[in-house]
C-alpha cells in the first residue's frame, strides 16, 4: 500500500516541471500581396553568433513558433527560403510577435539531382515518404507501416505509434473506414500512396482545436496526384493443392477529399485470416455481458495463422463517403463474414490443487466455427470550427455455431448456437461559441441473444436422470438509453467545465436446462434463472484544465455518479434495491521539454459495480465439464492505474523512442470458489476481498541506417503480476514475472536482394502458493531472404523457428519452411507460394495460466503450393 501511495505521489509531483520554455511567435509575409511565405526555414541565434539556438518552418499561414529553455535578453532571428531574400531581425526575448515582409528572388541553379528526405517534421505533422521505405517485396500499405520508424503493427493489425493505439485512420483526410482500417492497410496498394502522416496531438474534432489535447496521435494517408479520383479495380486468382485451395478477391476504390468507395469482396481457404480486416480498432458498439456458454476447443497457438488456420472464409466489405456540402458527410458501412474454421489438438492441463493434490485433465478435442454475421452502420458528421454533429446508426446480427468433439474416457460431443441482434444510435452535438462550448449526446441501444449448449452424453451424476442429451438455454435482453450535456469556458490558460447526465439500464435473463430430443424442461428451481436487473444513474462531473505558454498541459476531471440498482430474482422471489456513490478522478498531462522530447502521464482511480452475469443464483452449463453461479453476490471493485510516457523523435536522424511505465492496482470484494469432482468443476462466487497488481514497462526503437540501407527496431518489456485464486476451498497466492526481447531488422543489399529477420524471446517465471514453477523461455525468428534476379522478378526464401524449453522433446524447436516467387507484368502479378515445406504436421507448447499448466499438440496444415494471379481491371 504505501509503495501505491509512494508511485501515486512521485507522478503528481512530474506535473510541476522544474523549469519553463520561453517561445518567440511570428510569421513570414510577401512584402507586394502580403499573401503568407510557407515552408520558410526560420531560426534563432544568440546576438552576433551564427550557433542555432532553435528553428523551424513557416506553416500553411506563414506563422511559426520558436521554442527554447533560457533565452538571453536579445536574440537574432532569421528568415531565409530559396525563393526569398534572406532577412534578419534583432528582438527581445520577451517579444510578442515578430513579422517579415520578404521579397521574393530568382535565383538560376544548376542542374542538380534533389533526394527527399525519409522522414520529415511540419509542425505537429510527421511525413513518412513511402518510396524511401518501399521495396521490391512490398504490396500494400501495410507492408510498408511495419517498416517505419516509432510506428508498430501488431499481429492483429492494431496499430501503435509511441507504444500507443492511433485513436484515428484517415484517408485524405477522411475516416471513410470508421476504425476497420485493416481494408485500408492490406488492400491500398504502397504505390499509389505518397507519405503516410502522423499527426501528433491531433483533435479530429475542429471546435475543440486548442482546446482539447487528446494523447494519441493519428495517421493518414497522402495518396500521390496520379491516383486522386481515379477508381482502381483489381481481382486475385489464385488456386492450389492440396486437396483443393483458393485464394480469390476483387478489390475497387476510389478516394477524393469529398468523396471516397472501397469495395472489397474476398474467399479464402489457405489459413490466411482474411476476417481481421473486419475488425474495428476505435469503435466499441454493443458493449456488454460476455457469452456464459462455451465450447472446449482447441486453443490455437502462438505461431502464423497460416501454418494452423484450417479455414474458408468469404467477407464481403461495402464502403461509402460523400460530402453532403461542404464539413458535412454521410458515411455507409455495410461488412457480411462467413467464415468456417476447424481445428484439433490433444491438451493436457495440470491444476496444482494443493501442495501435494494436482488434477490433471487430457483431451482429444476437434471443433468446428462458423461465423455468419452482418453489420451495418450509417454516419451523418459535419466538422466545422463552429460546431461538430455527429450521428450513427449502427446494426449488427451474427448466427454463430461452434461444435466440439472430445475423445476420453467418454467421448463428449457439444453443439452450441449463438445467435444475436444489436442495434445502436448514438448522437453528439457540439457548438463552440468564442471561449464558450457547449454539448450534447445522447445514445440508445438494444441487444437480444439467444444461446443454447447441447452436450451428450451427461457427465454430472446429478443430471444424468435427465437422459443422454441435455440443453443448457438462456436468453439475455437489454436495453439502455443515456444522455448527457456539458458547457466548458476557456479564460487564456485556464478552462473550466462540466458534465450532467442520466442514464438507463434494463437487463433480463432466463436459463434453463431441458433433456432429451424433445427438450424437456428439468424443473428443479436450482437449475432455473430468471434474473433481471434494473439501473438508474445520475452523474456530474467537473473538470479543470491548465495550460501555460511553457508548453504543459494539464487536465483534471471528478466524474461522480449515483447509481440506483434494482435486482429481482423470479424464480427465488428475491429483490435488492441499493443506491451507490461512484467516483472516478483523473489526471492527465502532458509536457513537450522540447520539439523532440515529450512526457505523457495520466492517473486515475474508478469504482465499479458487477454485471447482471453476477445475478444468476441457479447453476448454468457452462460447459460439458463445468457448472457456475453467482449466488447472487454483487462485485464490487475498486481500480488505481497510474502511467507514464516518454517519447523522443528525431526526424531529422530518423530517431523514435519511447518509455512507458505502469502500475495497477485492483481491489475486490469476492472471489469464485471452484471445486473438482474429477474432471467436472462447479463454482459459485464468496464474499473474499483480496488484492491484485501489475505493474511494468515497455520500451521501443526504431532507426533509419541509410550507411546499410536498414530499417531498424527493437522492443523490450517488464511485467509482473500478483494475485489470489479458491480452488477446493483454499485460497491460493500466485505470482508471475516476465521479460521480453524483440529486435528486428530489414536491410536492401544493393538492389539484387532483400533481408528482413525479426526474433522475439520471452522469459516467464510464476510463482504459486510457495512453490516455484520451472521458468519458460520462450523464442521466435523469422528470417526472409530475397532475390531480385531481373526487374520485377523475387524469389523469397523464409523460415519461422518457435522453441520452448518446457517442451521434453525433440519438438521443444519447430521449423517451417517456405518459398516464394513473384513476376510483375504491366499489369499483373503472378505469385507462386510453397508454404511448410518440411511438412511439419504438428506444433507443441507448454505454458502457464493461474495455478495451472497447459500442454498442448495442435495439428497444422499440411505442405501446400498455391498459385495466384492479381490484376488490373480498371
Known amino acids: 500500500?504505501?509503495?501505491?501511495?509512494?508511485?501515486?505521489?512521485?507522478?503528481?509531483?512530474?506535473?510541476?516541471?522544474?523549469?519553463?520554455?520561453?517561445?518567440?511567435?511570428?510569421?513570414?509575409?510577401?512584402?507586394?500581396?502580403?499573401?503568407?511565405?510557407?515552408?520558410?526555414?526560420?531560426?534563432?541565434?544568440?546576438?552576433?553568433?551564427?550557433?542555432?539556438?532553435?528553428?523551424?518552418?513557416?506553416?500553411?499561414?506563414?506563422?511559426?513558433?520558436?521554442?527554447?529553455?533560457?533565452?538571453?535578453?536579445?536574440?537574432?532571428?532569421?528568415?531565409?527560403?530559396?525563393?526569398?531574400?534572406?532577412?534578419?531581425?534583432?528582438?527581445?526575448?520577451?517579444?510578442?510577435?515578430?513579422?517579415?515582409?520578404?521579397?521574393?528572388?530568382?535565383?538560376?541553379?544548376?542542374?542538380?539531382?534533389?533526394?527527399?528526405?525519409?522522414?520529415?517534421?511540419?509542425?505537429?505533422?510527421?511525413?513518412?515518404?513511402?518510396?524511401?521505405?518501399?521495396?521490391?517485396?512490398?504490396?500494400?500499405?501495410?507492408?510498408?507501416?511495419?517498416?517505419?520508424?516509432?510506428?508498430?503493427?501488431?499481429?492483429?493489425?492494431?496499430?501503435?505509434?509511441?507504444?500507443?493505439?492511433?485513436?484515428?485512420?484517415?484517408?485524405?483526410?477522411?475516416?471513410?473506414?470508421?476504425?476497420?482500417?485493416?481494408?485500408?492497410?492490406?488492400?491500398?496498394?504502397?504505390?499509389k500512396v505518397a507519405s503516410v502522416q502522423i499527426l501528433e496531438n491531433h483533435q479530429p474534432i475542429k471546435a475543440l482545436k486548442g482546446m482539447e489535447i487528446p494523447e494519441n496521435a493519428a495517421i493518414n494517408l497522402k495518396l500521390k496526384q496520379s491516383?486522386?479520383?481515379?477508381?482502381?479495380?483489381?481481382?486475385?486468382?489464385?488456386?492450389?493443392?492440396?486437396?483443393?485451395?483458393?485464394?480469390?478477391?476483387?478489390?475497387?476504390?476510389?478516394?477524393?477529399r469529398s468523396q471516397q468507395n472501397l469495395l472489397v469482396y474476398k474467399g479464402d481457404n489457405t489459413g490466411r485470416d482474411i476476417s481481421k480486416e473486419l475488425t474495428s480498432y476505435y469503435?466499441?458498439?454493443?458493449?456488454?455481458?460476455?457469452?456464459?456458454?462455451?465450447?472446449?476447443?482447441?486453443?490455437?497457438?502462438?505461431?502464423?495463422?497460416?501454418?494452423?488456420?484450417?479455414?474458408?472464409?468469404?467477407?464481403?466489405?461495402?464502403?461509402?463517403?460523400?460530402?453532403?456540402?461542404?464539413?458535412?458527410?454521410?458515411?455507409?458501412?455495410?461488412?457480411?463474414?462467413?467464415?468456417?474454421?476447424?481445428?484439433?489438438?490433444?491438451?493436457?492441463?495440470?491444476?496444482?490443487?494443493?501442495?501435494?493434490?494436482?488434477?490433471?485433465?487430457?483431451?482429444?478435442?476437434?471443433?468446428r466455427l462458423l461465423k455468419r454475421e452482418l453489420?451495418?452502420?450509417?454516419?451523418?458528421?459535419?466538422?466545422?470550427?463552429n460546431y461538430f454533429l455527429n450521428n450513427k446508426l449502427n446494426v449488427r446480427s451474427s448466427w454463430n455455431t461452434h461444435t466440439g468433439n472430445i475423445a476420453g474416457s467418454e467421448p463428449v460431443a457439444q453443439f452450441l448456437q449463438l445467435p444475436s441482434f444489436h442495434i445502436e444510435n448514438d448522437f453528439d452535438y457540439l457548438r463552440r461559441n468564442d471561449s464558450r462550448r457547449n454539448r450534447i449526446k445522447a445514445n440508445v441501444a438494444y441487444t437480444t441473444r439467444r444461446h443454447s449448449l447441447d452436450v451428450s452424453p451427461v457427465l454430472f451424476e446429478e443430471l444424468k436422470n435427465s437422459g443422454p442429451l441435455i440443453r443448457q438455454d438462456i436468453s439475455f435482453d437489454r436495453f439502455n438509453a443515456s444522455a448527457s450535456v456539458s458547457g466548458h469556458r476557456d479564460l487564456q490558460r485556464f478552462s473550466f467545465g462540466h458534465t450532467a447526465g442520466a442514464s438507463f439500464l434494463h437487463y433480463r435473463m432466463e436459463s434453463g436446462l431441458l433433456s432429451g430430443t424433445a427438450h424437456t424442461p428439468v424443473a428443479a428451481d436450482t437449475l432455473q434463472n430468471n434474473a433481471s436487473r434494473t439501473e438508474a444513474k445520475l452523474n456530474f462531473s467537473p473538470s479543470f484544465g491548465y495550460r501555460p505558454p511553457s508548453g504543459l498541459q494539464l487536465y483534471f476531471s471528478f466524474p461522480l455518479d449515483y447509481l440506483f440498482l434494482n435486482r429481482e430474482d423470479g424464480i427465488r422471489q428475491t429483490r435488492q434495491k441499493r443506491g451507490h456513490l461512484l467516483v472516478s478522478p483523473y489526471l492527465w498531462f502532458q509536457y513537450p521539454f522540447s520539439t523532440r522530447l515529450a512526457i505523457?502521464?495520466?492517473?486515475?482511480?474508478?469504482?465499479?459495480?458487477?454485471?447482471?452475469?453476477?445475478?444468476?443464483?441457479?447453476?448454468?452449463?457452462?460447459?460439458?465439464?463445468?457448472?457456475?453461479?453467482?449466488?447472487?453476490?454483487?462485485?464490487?471493485?475498486?481500480?488505481?492505474?497510474?502511467?507514464?510516457?516518454?517519447?523522443?523523435?528525431?526526424?531529422?536522424?530518423?530517431?523514435?523512442?519511447?518509455?512507458?511505465?505502469?502500475?495497477?492496482?485492483?481491489?475486490?470484494?469476492?472471489?469464485?470458489?471452484?471445486?473438482?469432482?474429477?474432471?467436472?468443476?462447479?463454482?459459485?462466487?464468496?464474499?473474499?476481498?483480496?488484492?491484485?497488481?501489475?505493474?511494468?514497462?515497455?520500451?521501443?526503437?526504431?532507426?533509419?541506417?541509410?550507411?546499410?540501407?536498414?530499417?531498424?527496431?527493437?522492443?523490450?518489456?517488464?511485467?509482473?503480476?500478483?494475485?489470489?485464486?479458491?480452488?477446493?476451498?483454499?485460497?491460493?497466492?500466485?505470482?508471475?514475472?516476465?521479460?521480453?526481447?524483440?529486435?528486428?531488422?530489414?536491410?536492401?543489399?544493393g538492389r539484387r536482394m532483400i533481408i528482413k529477420y525479426g526474433a522475439s524471446y520471452r522469459h516467464s517465471h510464476t510463482r504459486i502458493r510457495d512453490n516455484e514453477m520451472a521458468p519458460v523461455n520462450y523464442f521466435t525468428q523469422d528470417i526472409a531472404l530475397s532475390l531480385i534476379p531481373a526487374k520485377g522478378f523475387t524469389l523469397t526464401a523464409s523460415i519461422n523457428h518457435y522453441y520452448n524449453n518446457m517442451i521434453e522433446s525433440s519438438a521443444r524447436s519447430s521449423w517451417f519452411g517456405n518459398l516464394g516467387a513473384r513476376y510483375r507484368m504491366k499489369n499483373a502479378d503472378w505469385m507462386l507460394d510453397w508454404t511448410n515445406i518440411f511438412n511439419s504436421r504438428q506444433f507443441v507448447t507448454y505454458s502457464y495460466s493461474d495455478i495451472s499448466s497447459y500442454y498442448s499438440v495442435y495439428e497444422l496444415r499440411p505442405a501446400e503450393v498455391l498459385l495466384r494471379v492479381r490484376f488490373k481491371i480498371l
Open 1 to 191: 500500500m504505501a509503495r501505491r501511495y509512494l508511485l501515486i505521489s512521485l507522478l503528481i509531483c512530474s506535473c510541476f516541471p522544474s523549469f519553463a520554455q520561453q517561445e518567440i511567435k511570428g510569421r513570414v509575409l510577401d512584402s507586394q500581396d502580403r499573401k503568407p511565405v510557407v515552408s520558410a526555414t526560420v531560426t534563432m541565434h544568440p546576438v552576433g553568433s551564427s550557433s542555432i539556438l532553435a528553428y523551424t518552418m513557416t506553416a500553411e499561414d506563414g506563422t511559426f513558433i520558436l521554442k527554447r529553455n533560457h533565452l538571453p535578453d536579445s536574440v537574432t532571428v532569421t528568415v531565409s527560403a530559396m525563393t526569398i531574400e534572406r532577412q534578419s531581425k534583432t528582438v527581445k526575448s520577451d517579444a510578442k510577435l515578430v513579422e517579415f515582409l520578404v521579397t521574393e528572388k530568382t535565383m538560376e541553379l544548376k542542374e542538380v539531382v534533389v533526394k527527399a528526405p525519409k522522414i520529415r517534421q511540419l509542425g505537429d505533422t510527421i511525413h513518412y515518404d513511402v518510396a524511401s521505405f518501399m521495396d521490391e517485396t512490398d504490396r500494400s500499405i501495410g507492408d510498408v507501416l511495419e517498416k517505419l520508424p516509432g510506428v508498430q503493427v501488431l499481429s492483429s493489425g492494431q496499430i501503435l505509434y509511441q507504444n500507443k493505439e492511433i485513436s484515428k485512420f484517415y484517408i485524405e483526410g477522411l475516416d471513410l473506414l470508421q476504425g476497420k482500417y485493416g481494408l485500408a492497410t492490406q488492400n491500398v496498394d504502397a504505390s
Open 227 to 256: 491516383a486522386m479520383g481515379a477508381f482502381f479495380a483489381t481481382a486475385q486468382l489464385g488456386t492450389g493443392l492440396p486437396p483443393i485451395l483458393l485464394s480469390n478477391e476483387a478489390v475497387g476504390m476510389r478516394f477524393t
Open 283 to 367: 469503435d466499441h458498439f454493443g458493449s456488454g455481458p460476455s457469452n456464459l456458454l462455451s465450447v472446449i476447443a482447441p486453443a490455437p497457438p502462438s505461431i502464423r495463422e497460416q501454418h494452423y488456420l484450417f479455414n474458408d472464409a468469404h467477407l464481403v466489405s461495402l464502403n461509402d463517403l460523400r460530402g453532403i456540402k461542404k464539413d458535412l458527410a454521410l458515411t455507409t458501412n455495410i461488412n457480411f463474414l462467413h467464415d468456417k474454421q476447424k481445428s484439433s489438438s490433444f491438451s493436457r492441463q495440470d491444476i496444482y490443487l494443493t501442495p501435494s493434490d494436482t488434477l490433471q485433465i487430457a483431451e482429444e478435442m476437434d471443433a
Open 375 to 385: 453489420e451495418g452502420s450509417v454516419t451523418l458528421e459535419g466538422n466545422t470550427d
Open 600 to 749: 505523457f502521464s495520466n492517473i486515475s482511480f474508478s469504482n465499479h459495480i458487477g454485471s447482471v452475469n453476477e445475478d444468476y443464483r441457479g447453476y448454468i452449463l457452462n460447459t460439458y465439464r463445468s457448472m457456475n453461479r453467482s449466488d447472487g453476490l454483487l462485485s464490487k471493485n475498486s481500480r488505481t492505474w497510474a502511467n507514464l510516457s516518454f517519447n523522443y523523435k528525431n526526424p531529422f536522424t530518423t530517431l523514435f523512442t519511447s518509455l512507458r511505465l505502469f502500475y495497477n492496482n485492483t481491489l475486490r470484494n469476492m472471489i469464485y470458489d471452484v471445486g473438482y469432482n474429477g474432471i467436472l468443476s462447479s463454482s459459485v462466487a464468496i464474499l473474499h476481498p483480496h488484492t491484485s497488481h501489475d505493474w511494468g514497462a515497455v520500451y521501443s526503437i526504431g532507426k533509419s541506417i541509410d550507411a546499410i540501407n536498414s530499417e531498424v527496431r527493437f522492443s523490450t518489456g517488464y511485467d509482473r503480476n500478483q494475485s489470489a485464486t479458491l480452488h477446493q476451498g483454499i485460497v491460493s497466492g500466485y505470482s508471475s514475472t516476465g521479460y521480453s526481447l524483440s529486435p528486428g531488422i530489414t536491410t536492401d543489399i
